[in-house]
């Protein structure tokens, strides 16, 4: 077994630290993120900062942009409020003016010397029995019914009426009935309450079939 000299140890240990100088000198030349050995390290950190200033740059466009859309949106939706407001004030405007300034009596249509001369003339059609619907007039046509309410009213009333009177027929039937039955059954009752308290002979079978007929 070699005992370890001192200046053995010397040499490894001048060895271990050439060893990691040298992996250290690989690390700054070989790894290209943190590599700054043969770089102009200045212009990187001019390259940086123009970076980070057009980034900022960006930011606040883009920004300005946003709030220039939001106040654009609150104008247009004031604008269009605005002019449905105008719009609705307009119409109602135009409709006054025709209610006062432009009435059917004045139009060409109306006789001027007497402006009620359409209010007072009879309808075009009145009844489908009216005389002046003649044929060339084409007022009245196949499966018109003017009186179609009024026949509607007349048929449900007539209804009702029969649904009364069916109603009042059964229950008079029922009456009749009743009473055409009743005195049969009071006679039997009696005659069997009879039965059951007295012995029954060959004259009381042949009176109560009589009464019974």
Request: one cysteine or more.
């Amino acid at each position: 077994m070699e005992l370890a000299q001192p200046r053995d140890l010397e040499q490894y240990l001048a060895l271990g630290k050439r060893r990691h100088n040298e992996l250290c000198r690989q690390k700054r030349i070989f790894n290209a993120r943190n590599r700054i050995i043969g770089g102009d390290t200045e212009a990187w950190d001019v390259q940086v900062h123009d970076q980070k200033i057009k980034e900022a740059t960006e930011k606040a466009r883009h920004e300005t942009f946003a709030a220039e859309m939001r106040q654009n949106d609150k104008i247009t939706c004031i604008l269009e409020g605005r002019e449905r407001r105008d719009k609705r004030s307009l119409c109602k405007a135009i409709s006054d003016f025709q209610q006062h300034f432009q009435r059917p009596e004045t139009r060409r249509e109306f006789d001027l010397s007497d402006p009620l001369a359409l209010r007072k003339d009879l309808p075009a059609r009145q009844s489908d029995n009216d005389i002046r619907n003649t044929v060339s007039g084409m007022q009245r046509f196949m499966g018109e019914d003017l009186n179609l309410c009024e026949r509607k009213k007349f048929q449900e009333e007539q209804n009702r009426e029969w649904s009364l009177q069916q109603q009042r027929e059964w229950e008079k039937a029922r009456a009749h009935q009743r009473c055409a039955v009743s005195p049969c059954f009071t006679i039997r009752k009696k005659y069997m309450e009879e039965v059951c308290t007295n012995q029954p002979t060959e004259d009381y079978f042949t009176q109560f079939n009589t009464q019974s007929r």
